[in-house]
Nanobody
Framework: QVRPVESGGGLVQPGDSLRLFCAVS????VGWFRQPPGKEREFVAA????????SYTNSVKGRFTISRNSAKDTWFLQMNNLRPEDTAVYYC????????????????????WGQGTQVTVSS
């Protein structure tokens, strides 16, 4: 499976917005995870391969939106009202569709990972 490629990270102030991009071919289920400094990797958001189903960790609900542009093989994580605790390396992960419009929230369920993109929220 082709490895996804993330982009869009950067340094922003609290309350700002950022959009992360994940480029990957095919029609996989996609998840975003993050690893804050000194902490374990954690689930952020996921979308099924058809895009009909989404899931978010509680701390980002109402602020982050996962979506896709299937025509361009690009998935997005729109992050609004960013907080210092959102600072982390963000990873895109993919899993090939095996039937059913499924999404996955556990890291072990994904097959391919990107290299990560740094998001820093600081005043």
């Amino acid at each position: 499976q082709v490895r996804p490629v993330e982009s869009g990270g950067g340094l922003v102030q609290p309350g700002d917005s950022l959009r992360l991009f994940c480029a990957v071919s095919g029609r996989p289920a996609v998840g975003w995870f993050r690893q804050p400094p000194g902490k374990e990797r954690e689930f952020v958001a996921a979308i099924s391969w058809r895009g009909a189903r989404t899931s978010y960790t509680n701390s980002v609900k109402g602020r982050f939106t996962i979506s896709r542009n299937s025509a361009k093989d690009t998935w997005f994580l729109q992050m609004n009202n960013l907080r210092p605790e959102d600072t982390a390396v963000y990873y895109c992960a993919t899993r090939e569709n095996t039937g059913g419009d499924l999404l996955y929230t556990r890291a072990a369920e994904y097959e391919s990972w990107g290299q990560g993109t740094q998001v820093t929220v600081s005043s």
